[in-house]
């Protein structure tokens, strides 16, 4: 399974992009790129995930460069309510094998007033 | 549609009790999940499982077992409970095979023990 390392924390001022990097470095062909995040206590939450192309969606964006080594999580307009644990992670799915879903420490993203 | 539901919320046990955490889906889900959570440490996985009647170890399966007697319901087991076991606990569920399938999490069950 590809591993993932991130930043253990970043500062963003509110209303301005928040940019989450991650490192898979190992990342094979067929392994998704996904990106959660948790709020205090609560379940993690899922934001968005990607294989090759840039993906965008209500909530963020998700790029991902050419050689998928890396990728950037953007929240394009970070607001106090994005006050989280950010989880990058990527994720096999295959039919017949089964699927280990591994989370690393994440990124603590603090939105600054 | 409840998605992921976890019972107890929360459970305070002595040393060397025994305890069953339930988690249930009703959205069809064939892939569900354990996780606990510790401070600092993120997610690690117990166990997991893959379909009705089948289980598999995680990152952190020791002093934990699990049944999967049903397609909805994954149960974690704790058969004599240690402080070390202190965490909040997350179970989570997917689809099988399908590019849009992230998992869904419960709210977690906070467990103690003393």
């Known amino acids: 399974d590809a591993k993932t390392t991130q930043p253990p924390s970043m500062d963003c001022a509110e209303g301005r992009a928040a940019n989450l990097p991650c490192n898979h470095s190992?990342?094979?062909?067929?392994?998704?790129v996904y990106w959660y995040r948790q709020i205090h206590s609560q379940g993690p939450q899922y934001i968005i995930h990607?294989?090759?192309n840039n993906e965008t969606n209500e909530m963020a964006s998700l790029i991902i460069t050419e050689d998928r080594k890396s990728s950037t999580l953007i929240l394009p307009h970070a607001t106090l309510r994005d006050t989280a644990v950010y989880y990058c992670?990527?994720?096999?799915?295959?039919?017949?094998?089964?699927?280990?879903?591994?989370f690393g420490p994440g990124t603590s993203l603090s939105v600054i007033p | 549609n409840a998605g992921v539901t976890q019972t107890p919320k929360f459970r305070v046990l002595k040393t060397g009790q025994s305890m069953t955490l339930l988690c249930a889906q009703d959205?069809?889900?064939?892939?569900m999940y354990w996780y606990r959570q510790d401070p600092g440490m993120g997610l690690r996985l117990i166990h997991y499982s893959v379909g009705e009647g089948t289980t598999a170890k995680g990152e952190v399966p020791d002093g934990y077992n699990v049944s999967r007697l049903k397609k909805q319901n994954f149960l974690l087991g704790l058969e004599s409970a240690a402080p070390s076991q202190t965490s909040v606990y997350f179970c989570?569920?997917?689809?099988?095979?399908?590019?849009?399938?992230?998992?869904?999490f419960g709210n977690g069950t906070r467990l103690t023990v003393t």
């Open positions: 190992t990342i094979s062909g067929n392994e998704y």
């Open positions: 992670i990527v994720r096999v799915l295959m039919k017949t094998s089964y699927d280990k879903v591994i």
């Open positions: 990607g294989l090759k």
């Open positions: 959205m069809n889900h064939e892939y």
């Open positions: 989570a569920s997917s689809p099988l095979g399908q590019r849009d399938s992230p998992l869904h």
